[in-house]
């Protein structure tokens, strides 16, 4: 297990492909905050120590007032 999740996380809108991708770093917690992200279904793609790991897609809904 690594100690270090120093690294960056990239998303993209699989339904807008145009869309230029999303990248946040992670802090040392291996956290990472984007925000104002439209609603859509994301490809998300960690970045650590050299290696890709891709998740599962996920759904983003709109915000509820």
Known sequence: VADDLTGTVEI????????????AALDPLGEFRLDSVPGGRYLM??????????LP????????P
Do not use: F, K, S, Y
């Open 57 to 64: 897609p996920i759904e983003v809904g709109a915000l509820r």
């Open 45 to 54: 793609t960690l970045h650590l120590a050299g290696d890709q790991v891709r």
């Open 12 to 23: 993209v809108c699989d339904t807008r492909p145009a869309e230029a991708p999303r990248v």
